[in-house]
């Protein structure tokens, strides 16, 4: 069955330091995979995907993630956080079945020290 | 352009009674996904509709149904509520059923059974 592990439940970073939020998947074939944020109350945000190509995706906010099909992982990077950063972090798989639906990991939440 | 919306934000129901929780898409936008995400989880696929057509349903009981409209908008209905069904439920909507897998999704409603 497809599944995700993020295996980080919480990560604390100071401001300005680099992050990396893990995740990994089970899958039968070809995933596309997702990461989206969570702001406390808020819906969900997509951050970043993939569908094919180019393995290093780029998105929004300054995030980055790479896709290594031979760990079967999809990392989540950035470069310098910045304290409105602090939310929850989700990665997600799909499609399953056919249809439009995702499996989402349980989620990483993120704090920012100043 | 509007994003997602979602009504009512918030909601208070005991356990037994019915509850609906609608969702109107982003413009243009044919498909509709439900998802519930229990407090410290990630969200669980509901259902997914497409041209008012179910597409997909997950590991749900039959208590909880859903529609979709000509103009795309979409209700979640639950039955007989039990405590655990008190969680945020996410709407999510995306261009097509198949091909597009960038959904888009609402700040949710507010479910609390007691």
């Known amino acids: 069955a497809q599944s995700v592990t993020q295996p980080d439940i919480h990560i604390t970073v100071s401001e300005g330091a680099s992050l990396e939020l893990r995740c990994n998947y089970s899958?039968?074939?070809?995933?596309?995979l997702f990461w989206y944020v969570q702001s406390p109350g808020q819906g969900l945000q997509l951050l970043l995907k993939y569908f094919s190509g180019d393995t290093l995706v780029q998105g929004i906010k300054g995030f980055e993630a790479e896709f290594k099909r031979s760990q079967s992982s999809f990392n989540l990077r950035k470069p310098s956080v910045h304290w409105s950063d602090a939310a929850e972090y989700f990665c997600?798989?799909?499609?399953?079945?056919?249809?439009?639906?995702?499996?989402f990991g349980q989620g990483t939440r993120l704090t920012i020290n100043p | 352009d509007a994003g997602v919306t979602q009504s009512p934000t918030h909601l208070i129901k005991t356990r037994g009674q019915h509850v609906t929780l609608r969702c109107s898409p982003i413009s243009g936008h044919k498909s509709v996904s439900w998802y519930q995400q229990v407090l410290g989880q990630g969200p669980q696929f509901i259902f997914q509709?497409?041209?008012?057509?179910?597409?997909g349903r997950g590991n749900f009981p039959d208590r909880f149904s859903a529609r979709q409209f000509p103009n795309y908008s979409s209700e979640l209905n639950v039955n007989a509520l039990l405590l655990g069904d008190s969680a945020l439920y996410l709407c999510a909507s995306s261009l097509e059923g198949v091909g597009s897998y960038e959904q888009y999704f609402g700040p949710g409603t507010r479910l609390t059974v007691t």
């Open positions: 997600a798989v799909g499609p399953i079945q056919g249809a439009q639906k995702l499996v």
């Open positions: 509709y497409y041209e008012k057509e179910e597409r």
């Open positions: 899958y039968g074939a070809t995933p596309y």
